[in-house]
């Protein structure tokens, strides 16, 4: 007879051969079921040998590519590099010599792309907004080293640019010298910047649901941005949903955040006139944003206001397009802003990152004083924005403002009539 450790014993070896004959079972119906769909084609993928390791046409870049061709032509001819790269020779070697250490490639089995061809098919990519693909032939580059040339070079232009031309945060006299330009050029003292948002139509990202989806049926990402009196930008959040509007995108950027809770260091609130009332400094933006004791929006209503308000209005307005007319000379620069960007969001906010930047660093580059006050010119600026990839955000009017608030605009309209008044300001109201 079994003893009851034996026993034991028993009834597990019954069990394992048991879980074994099911496993057994299991592993012989996957196999099964993998021959049947491999035989059906499911799993079937059509692998073709590559016929060339570098297409022929590629190796022909040593001589005909446009750098080693056309490129030392071009240089003869200073408008025409200008037209093409956006920027003169001595900006260009400038450029490069910046960029240089963080996107040259070592040569290994094969040469790899230069330097300086890295950084010519990036600009010309941003200036034209031409497909990838044009740019591989132009270039004699593979299509997909073409694409991935452009995005880690628009990473670098960023990485390298960012601290040299948009610094963050601003000192407390850096927003004073704002204040004086926007004061000198377009008469609206204590102001530090003037701020709008813009979408940026994209292709419809992978997986991402509505939340790029907005009002105007597309998918985009929203530039939001603060410029000064020289149409440079100061602060800029890139890649907020297209779906949010302008002042919930401003309130969760990291420059909203640090404007709600005094970290901006912002000056305090001085005199605008001699017996007058301290008044903060502030910035300028349209309806799309709520009145606070550092912003300034219009005051609501287009009909039925006083003279005065429609003045301050008026004068806001003035000021406030600087940020328009920035908008339209990065649209009238770099085309790739005149059509949706086929790219993901990543690299799109990479692309925008890279204009900004360069934007910058150009207009703090530029010997001439391109300072526009004629009408026509800011008109058409402004008609670059329309039919491009850069479109206004959703209105979404607020009027929910604190008390002090609005007493801080009616002390600016109360200046702008009295003491701020310039003859001008009466016509353009009616």
């Given amino acids: ?114 330097a300086i061809a890295r950084l010519a098919m990036t600009l010309r990519y941003l200036a034209t907004g031409d497909c990838m693909t044009s740019v591989s032939y132009h270039y004699l580059v593979g299509f997909t080293t073409t694409i991935n040339i452009i995005n880690e070079t628009c990473e670098m232009l960023w990485k390298c640019l960012n601290e040299k031309v948009l610094q963050y ?131 609501p209503g287009r009909g039925g206001l006083t003279e005065e308000r429609n003045i301050f209005n008026y004068r806001l307005s003035r000021a406030r397009r600087t940020i328009e007319n920035t908008f339209g000379i990065i649209v009238s620069k770099w085309r790739i802003l005149k059509k949706p960007i086929e790219a993901t969001v990543e690299n799109t906010i990479t692309t925008v990152q890279a204009i900004v930047v360069l934007h910058n660093w150009l207009r703090k580059h530029e010997k001439n004083d391109t300072y526009i006050s004629d009408d026509d010119d800011i008109n058409e600026l402004r008609n670059e924005i329309n039919d491009s990839a850069l479109e206004d955000a959703r209105v979404y009017g607020n009027h929910h403002s604190s008390k002090v608030a609005v007493s801080i605009r009616d002390k600016f309209c109360d200046y702008f009539n009295t003491e701020g008044a310039v003859p001008w300001q009466y016509g353009r109201t009616q």
């Avoid at 870049?61 to 240089?75: N, Q, S």
């Avoid at 408008?79 to 001595?90: D, I, P, S, W």
């Fill in 1 to 114: 007879m079994f003893t009851n450790y034996q026993h034991q014993i028993w009834v597990y070896e019954c069990q394992k051969l048991i879980q074994e004959r099911k496993i057994a079972k299991m592993k012989k119906k996957r196999i099964l079921a993998a021959l049947f769909l491999n035989e059906v084609g499911v799993f079937k993928r059509n692998y073709t040998k590559k016929r060339y390791w570098i297409h022929p046409l590629f190796k022909l870049r040593d001589v005909h590519g446009f750098i080693e061709a056309i490129f030392p032509t071009l240089l003869s001819f200073p408008e025409k590099f200008e037209n093409y790269f956006r920027m003169n020779v001595e900006q260009f070697e400038e450029l490069l010599g910046l960029v240089v250490p963080l996107i040259s490639k070592q040569n290994t089995v094969r040469n790899s792309i230069s």
């Fill in 169 to 299: 945060p601003l000192t407390a006299r850096d927003w004073l010298e704002i204040s004086h330009d926007f004061n000198e050029k377009w008469q609206f003292p204590h102001c530090m910047g003037a701020m709008d948002g813009k979408h940026i139509r994209t292709q419809c990202p992978d997986n991402a649901g509505s939340a790029y989806y907005n009002y105007k049926n597309h998918h985009s990402v929203v530039l939001m941005a603060i410029c000064n009196a020289d149409y440079s930008f100061v602060c800029v959040d890139i890649g907020a949903y297209g779906r949010q509007s302008d002042g919930g995108i401003f309130k969760n950027s990291a420059f909203g955040q640090k404007f709600e809770h005094q970290q901006m260091n912002v000056p305090q609130p001085d005199l605008l006139t001699v017996n007058g009332a301290p008044l903060p400094y502030v910035l300028v933006g349209d309806e799309a944003f709520q009145l606070s004791t550092y912003l300034l929006r219009p005051y």
